[in-house]
Antibody, heavy 121, light 110 residues
Framework: QVQLQESGPGLVKPSETLSLSCAVS?????????WGWIRQAPGEGLEWIGT???????YYNPSLKSRVSISLDTSKNQFSLNLTSVTAADTAVYYC????????????????WGQGTMVTV | QSVLTQPPSVSAAPGQKVTISCSGT????????VSWYQQLPGTAPKLLIY???KRPSGIPDRFSGSKSGTSATLGITGLQTGDEADYYC???????????FGGGTKLTVL
C-alpha cells in the first residue's frame, strides 16, 4: 500500500524559505510516475505548485515558478518542496501527491495524496 | 479566479442525481484528459474519476464522468449524505505546461 506523509515546520516567518518533505512508503520514487505538491489556502480551492518526474524533470506553476523548487531524494525515498520569500499569501495546507499520468499524453491524475500539513506564514 | 470554471455550489435531495460542470478551453480540457477529486470536510482530496470517465478501484458506479469539447461533467446518482463534499476538476494545460484545478463545487445533500 502506497502512502505519502508530509513533514516540515508549521510556522515560517515572512521572507524566509518554506521547506517541506514528503516521505513515500510502498513505492520507489525513482521507479516511475511523478510526484507533486498542491496547496489549499484556508477556505479556498486547490492550487497546483509543481511536479517532479522520476527522472528529475520538473514542471512548476508559472505564478510560483520564480520561488519554487522541487527535488527528489532517492536515498530517503522522498521528495521535497522549497518555496522562497514567503508571505502571508503562502499560508495554506500543503499536500504531496503521486501523479500516475503523463503530461505528454495530456493525462494528469493524482491517485494518492498525503494527509496534508498546515503551514502558516 | 480559476481558468477552469465550476459552479460554486450545487444541491439535491438524497437519492436524487446531480451534475457538476467544469468549463475550460482548447488548451486544457479541449485537448487533454480530465480528472475529478472529492474532498470531504477536513480531509485530503480523493481521486474519483480519471481519463474523463474512468473510475479507480473502489469508487462506486454512482459516480460518472464525461467530456464534450471544452467542458467536462461529473455525475452523481443515488445521492447520499456522505457525498457532501467539495468536488474539483483537474487537467493539464498544454499552453501553460502545468496542471489546472477548477475552483471547486460544494455539494449539499438536502
Amino acid at each position: 500500500q502506497v502512502q505519502l506523509q508530509e513533514s516540515g515546520p508549521g510556522l515560517v516567518k515572512p521572507s524566509e524559505t518554506l521547506s517541506l518533505s514528503c516521505a513515500v512508503s510502498g513505492y520507489s520514487v525513482s521507479s516511475a510516475f511523478s510526484w507533486g505538491w498542491i496547496r489549499q489556502a484556508p477556505g479556498e480551492g486547490l492550487e497546483w505548485i509543481g511536479t517532479i518526474y522520476h527522472r528529475g524533470r520538473t514542471y512548476y506553476n508559472p505564478s510560483l515558478k520564480s520561488r519554487v523548487s522541487i527535488s527528489l531524494d532517492t536515498s530517503k525515498n522522498q521528495f521535497s518542496l522549497n518555496l522562497t520569500s514567503v508571505t502571508a499569501a503562502d499560508t495554506a495546507v500543503y499536500y504531496c501527491a503521486r501523479d500516475t499520468g503523463r503530461p505528454s499524453l495530456g493525462l494528469i491524475l493524482f491517485d494518492i495524496w498525503g494527509q496534508g500539513t498546515m503551514v502558516t506564514v | 479566479q480559476s481558468v477552469l470554471t465550476q459552479p460554486p455550489s450545487v444541491s439535491a435531495a438524497p437519492g436524487q442525481k446531480v451534475t457538476i460542470s467544469c468549463s475550460g478551453t482548447s488548451s486544457n480540457i479541449g485537448n487533454n484528459y480530465v480528472s475529478w477529486y472529492q474532498q470531504l470536510p477536513g480531509t485530503a482530496p480523493k481521486l474519483l474519476i480519471y481519463e474523463n470517465n474512468k473510475r479507480p478501484s473502489g469508487i462506486p458506479d454512482r459516480f460518472s464522468g464525461s467530456k464534450s469539447g471544452t467542458s467536462a461533467t461529473l455525475g452523481i446518482t443515488g445521492l447520499q449524505t456522505g457525498d457532501e463534499a467539495d468536488y474539483y476538476c483537474g487537467t493539464w494545460d498544454s499552453s501553460l505546461s502545468g496542471v489546472l484545478f477548477g475552483g471547486g463545487t460544494k455539494l449539499t445533500v438536502l
